[in-house]
C-alpha cells in the first residue's frame, strides 16, 4: 500500500531516485490506502482498502465514485431482512444483482446509492409486507413478492428499466369453496358465504391467504387481482325470490355481482348468479363472498347434486 507524493523534488542522486520509485508505486498500487490520498485531482484512481474498492475521483473534484468492488463480490448479494431499512454498503452497492429474503415482520426499505449501476431485485420475502427499493432521499420502486424487477438510479430516484411483475409463472391463483353442506342465508341481511375448503392453490400462498373456518381470503401482497365468483341458491320459500351477490372488502359491499330470481316455491330448485371484476387490492385486505335473500334460502354446497350447484371464489393475483 503505498500513498507517497508523486512531486520528485530535487535532491541528490539517492534521494531523488528513491521518490521516484515511491511514485512509481504509488501509481502501480493505485493510491492504495485505508484513508483518501492527500490533494487529489480530478479522474484519480484510490484502491480504498477499507471498503475494499476501487474509487476514482470525479471530473469535479469533490467526490470519490465507487467504481469496483476489489474482492469479486459483483455478481449476486443475498440479504435476509425483516423490516426496516437496510443501506446497502458501499461494497454491495458495487453488485449486479439482489436476492432479499426473510419473513418480513414490517414493510422493508433497501436503500441503493444514488448513482446505483442498473441492477436486479428479487423479492423472495414472506409476510404480508412490502419490498421498496429507493435512494436515501429520493424514491424508489415496490417490487412485489416472488417478482424479479430491473432497476437503475438516476442520480435521485429509483426507476423501473423493466419487471416481471405480473407475467407467467409469476402469477398466483387461489380458490376455495364451499363443501359438506347448505349455509342459511338470513333474509333481507347480507349473509357472508363461508368457503371452508380450498380448491386451487397455484403459487397462491405467495399472494393471498385463506381462513378456512372464517371463509375469508387475505391479501398478502399489494397488487391488481382477478377475482370471479358463483353462489348458487337452493329451496326457495316462496314465489318471486330474489337474492343479491356481492364482493366484499373488508366487510363492506365493493362490487356486485348480480341477482338471481326464482318464480315459484320449489323444492330442489337452484338459481346461480355468477361474475367477475378486477380490483386493486392492499396487502391486508379481506375478501369475502357475501349473499342476500328476500327470504330465507340456502346457499348450495359442491357436490349437493346433479346440476348447478356450489359457491366459489377464486382470486387470481395479476402483478
Not at 399472494?207 to 391479501?219: K, M, P, R
Not at 340456502?298 to 377464486?314: H, I, K, P, R, T
Request: hydrophobic share 40%.
Amino acid at each position: 500500500m503505498s500513498q507517497n507524493s508523486l512531486v520528485i523534488a530535487d535532491g541528490t542522486g539517492a534521494q531523488v531516485l528513491a521518490s521516484v520509485n515511491n511514485a512509481l508505486d504509488t501509481l502501480k498500487t493505485c493510491f492504495s490506502g485505508a484513508t483518501p490520498p492527500g490533494t487529489p485531482s480530478p479522474y484519480q484512481f484510490w484502491a480504498d482498502t477499507l471498503t475494499g474498492l476501487l474509487k476514482m475521483r470525479d471530473a469535479a473534484n469533490t467526490v470519490w465514485v465507487p467504481i469496483a468492488a476489489m474482492s469479486g463480490i459483483g455478481g449476486n448479494v443475498v440479504k435476509t431482512l425483516t423490516g426496516g431499512t437496510y443501506t446497502l454498503t458501499e461494497a454491495e452497492g458495487e453488485a449486479a444483482s439482489f436476492e432479499v429474503n426473510g419473513t418480513l415482520t414490517a414493510n422493508q426499505i433497501l436503500v441503493v446509492p444514488n448513482n446505483m449501476p442498473p441492477f436486479a431485485v428479487e423479492n423472495l420475502t414472506s409476510g404480508a409486507f412490502t419490498l421498496t427499493v429507493k435512494t436515501a432521499l429520493g424514491t424508489g420502486q415496490t417490487i412485489s413478492q416472488g417478482e424479479i424487477s430491473m432497476l437503475y438510479c438516476n442520480g435521485t430516484n429509483c426507476e423501473f428499466i423493466s419487471d416481471t411483475q405480473g407475467t407467467s409463472p409469476k402469477r398466483g391463483t387461489y380458490a376455495a369453496y364451499r363443501s359438506g353442506a347448505v349455509q342459511t342465508m338470513t333474509a333481507a341481511a347480507w349473509s357472508q358465504i363461508i368457503l371452508n375448503t380450498a380448491l386451487v392453490n397455484t403459487n397462491g400462498s405467495a399472494f393471498i391467504s385463506h381462513n378456512a373456518a372464517t371463509g375469508l381470503f387475505t391479501v398478502l401482497q399489494s397488487g391488481q387481482y382477478e377475482i370471479s365468483a358463483v353462489l348458487t341458491a337452493i329451496n326457495p320459500t316462496a314465489a318471486y325470490n330474489a337474492f343479491n351477490v356481492a364482493l366484499a372488502l373488508n366487510g363492506a359491499v365493493a362490487h356486485y355481482f348480480g341477482c338471481g330470481y326464482s318464480w315459484a316455491a320449489a323444492a330442489g330448485l337452484k338459481i346461480s348468479v355468477s361474475g367477475q371484476t378486477t380490483r386493486y387490492l392492499a396487502a391486508g385486505t379481506t375478501v369475502a363472498l357475501w349473499g342476500n335473500p328476500n327470504v330465507a334460502m340456502n346457499a348450495d354446497f359442491w357436490g349437493d347434486s346433479w346440476g348447478v350447484g356450489g359457491c366459489q371464489l377464486e382470486m387470481v393475483y395479476m402483478g
